[in-house]
Structure formats: C-alpha cells, structure tokens
C-alpha cells in the first residue's frame, strides 16, 4: 500500500522501446510518400513533442530500427526480453512500444500471447514519416506515452494507440495503406478514444492475454513452421499439397466464411498425414466456424475470428507447445 501511494504520488516513469517504422521514418522535408522507415531515433521525435515531459519521464531503449516488414523471431524475442524486465523495475509504470504499421498487428496479437507483464503495455507507430507536413508520429506517441501512464491501462494485455483511438492488440488491422486513420477493429469495436493526454475506456478485451496466457513463458528455441494459403477463384490445388507436405501447419486464408472449392476439399478430406490444418476467413469481419459443408470430417480447426495471419502466430505458438489437436482447438476459442 506504502508502495502504491509513493507510485500514486511521484511522476510516472515510462519505458519506450523502439523498433522503427514510419513513425521514425524521414524523407524528402514535407512530403509523405517519398522516404525510408526506421531511420530517425525515437529521441528526435520526442523533440517536436516537449510537452510529453508533462506526462512522464521516459526511458528509451531501441531493439531495432527497420521497416516492420522485416521484424524477425529474434526481434520480437528481444522486445519480449525488454518488456519484462521493465516490468520486474519498479522504477517503471508503464510500457511504450513504437513500430512499422504494415505488420504491428501481428507483433501486437503475438506480444498479448507472450508477455508475462501486468503493467500497461501500448504499441504505436505513423502513417507519414517524421518530415511529412502534419506528421502523425508525435501525436500518436503522446498518447501512446498518456495511455501507458495511466493505471485503468494495466492488465488489459497489449493496446495500440493511432489516430485517437485505443485498440486491443488482439483486434486491430491494418485497413487503409494511405490514411493516418488506418486501423480498424471490425464487431468488437475499439477499447476506448484518447482526447489529446487524456483516456476515455469504454470496454475490456475479453480473451486471453499477457499474464494469464498459456505462452507467457520462455519462447520455445525451435518453432513450428506454419504458413498461409490464400484461397480464390481458381487456386492451384496442388500449391496446398506442396504446403502440406512442407511445413507443420497450414492456415487456409478462406473465402466467405473460410471456403474453398471442391478439389481443395478433395485434398483437405483424404489428406491423413501430420500437418495441421486451420481454416481461416480472408474477410475482416464475421467468423469461420465448423463447417459441416466445407469439412463435414472436421479435418480443419475454425480460427473464428482471427485472421489468417493472427491464426498463423497462435498455430505456430500451440503446436510449439506441443498442443494436441484438441488443445488447439481450445485456443481457437480462448484466444
Ligand atoms: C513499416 O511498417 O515499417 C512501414 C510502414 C509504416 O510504418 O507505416
């Protein structure tokens, strides 16, 4: 109790770890299309912004500066190492983690499986490069930094913060490739709205997350190798037969409701060997469920609503953990 009210009464001190992408992007003064990411230090853009010094005390830590893109295990390994030993410091109140837009998604849902952290843990990054006109970056960071010193931000596992609002990091996706308002979170809608430093939450994320995740352990040093087969008019069949046989799981990015055509059906119903299959939709809204008509032998497990690319990260997790069929199942519908 001695402990909270010292917290409670001194300014907050926030962790920022940095790993690149647009928002530390620079290029040609003024414009947004023309640069390269992950080229200016978080340090720079927290000169445009002296005000966050209200907020709280920083504390910088870059893990990596690159295009998200190129985000490797060994990255996300070391920004998982970073956030928990901010989290055993008691020095530290809360969490910031800058990166590329194009794949913060999927960094985001993989950190809310594999951090072992209680405090506020807030992703953010920028549509234009620090030298655009009317960059989002510092604006995005002031209140990524508001919302990781708030303590209502605590054990709500990963959020993300862009363009004024809060999302979970299991939900969001990338929708726009241009506008600064670029994410989205389909039905469940976002985890609240941030006015300038200020938090207005509306609901909590209701799967499973960060402390009481199943992976919120050491990483496994040999992973599963898991990949996407994107389903439309006329696929190549046997591009999923090579795949099969290739990797240990397989996640159909599914029309409609994860559907494909009859001769992928064919190869799904008498396929018996050993690599798991998992039935995704390619559509961001809605669900892929058990499917009597696609699968009556129930040969794929439905990744509900997460996308193709979120059910390939919690594949890759379970079947590294030595998940059994059913237990994968279990995680379609905890996660
Ligand atoms: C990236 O993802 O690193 C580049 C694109 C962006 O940050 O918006």
């Keep these: 109790m001695e402990h909270e009210n010292a917290v409670m009464s001194r300014k907050k001190r926030i962790a920022v770890i940095a790993t690149g992408g647009t928002i530390a992007g620079s290029g040609k003064i003024g414009e947004a299309g023309l640069y390269k990411a992950g080229t200016l230090s978080v340090q720079s853009i927290l000169s445009s912004i002296p005000q966050i010094e209200e907020l709280a005390d920083l504390h910088l830590e870059t893990v990596c500066s690159k295009d998200s893109n190129d985000i490797s295990m060994e990255d996300l390994c070391a920004i998982k190492s970073a956030a ?26 993989f950190l809310n499986l594999v951090l072992n952290v209680t405090k506020p ?54 929708v726009n490739s241009i506008k600064t308002d670029a994410f989205e979170v389909g039905d469940p809608g976002p985890i609240g709205y941030m006015q300038d430093g200020r938090v207005y939450l509306i609901h909590s994320p209701y799967r499973r997350h960060t402390f009481y995740s199943r992976f919120s352990c050491p990483i496994p040093e040999k992973l599963a190798s898991v990949e996407i087969f994107y389903v439309h008019a006329q696929s190549d069949p046997e591009l999923l037969r090579y795949m099969l046989e290739r990797y240990d799981g397989v996640v159909l990015a599914g029309s409609g409701s994860g559907n494909y055509s ?15 299959i998992i039935r995704a939709s390619r559509l961001i809204e809605g669900a892929a469920f058990d499917s009597p008509v696609f699968d009556p032998k129930e040969k794929t497990i439905p990744a509900h609503r997460l996308s193709p690319h979120k059910a390939r990260i919690l594949l890759q997790m379970g079947l590294s953990s030595s998940c059994s069929k059913e237990e994968l199942r279990r995680l379609f519908l905890e996660y």
């Design 84 to 109: 928990e030993r901010f989290e055993q410091d008691p020095s530290i109140d809360g969490i910031v983690i800058t990166h590329g837009t194009d794949t913060l998604e999927e960094t985001a849902f």
């Design 121 to 174: 843990v807030v992703m953010t990054g920028a549509m234009r490069p620090a030298t655009a006109a009317s960059a989002d970056g510092p604006m995005n960071l002031y209140q990524a930094v508001a919302l990781a010193a708030d303590c209502k931000a605590a054990k709500m596992g990963v959020l993300a913060v862009l363009s004024d609002t809060i999302y979970s990091g299991r939900d969001l996706t990338k």
């Design 262 to 276: 009859s001769e992928i059906e064919d190869i799904i119903e008498s396929y018996e060997g050993p690599c798991t």
